[in-house]
């Protein structure tokens, strides 16, 4: 099983983050983040992924329509840095 395979699977069952990802496949974040466009090519039409936008914790603003996947470095609303990541998972269409 590739480690797209793999993802696929975990998602299908959880909401991870990138980071809870790349520890429980023991890779790389980046590599993380190389694999989610394609995988959510790769899934369409059967299942979609979803993706649970970040927030800062301190002011309670969410990134609603950032395209990037990665986690922001700071919230734009209070420059805080205490931010939630995005979180992934996989629903069947």
């Known amino acids: ?3 797209r ?3 696929i699977e975990i998602l299908r069952g959880e909401t991870l983050s990138l980071q809870d990802l790349s520890i429980f496949l023991k890779v790389h974040i980046k590599e ?4 989610i ?7 369409r039409p059967q299942a979609r992924l979803v993706i649970v936008p ?3 914790q301190k002011c309670r603003f969410t990134f609603r329509d950032r395209r990037k996947i990665k986690t ?6 209070c420059k805080g840095t205490w931010l939630k990541p995005p979180l992934f998972q996989i629903q069947d269409a």
């Open 37 to 43: 466009p394609h995988i959510e090519k790769s899934i």
């Open 5 to 7: 395979q793999e993802i």
């Open 72 to 77: 922001p470095s700071r919230c734009p609303k």
């Open 1 to 3: 099983m590739t480690r």
């Open 32 to 35: 993380i983040l190389e694999d």
């Open 54 to 56: 970040a927030h800062c």
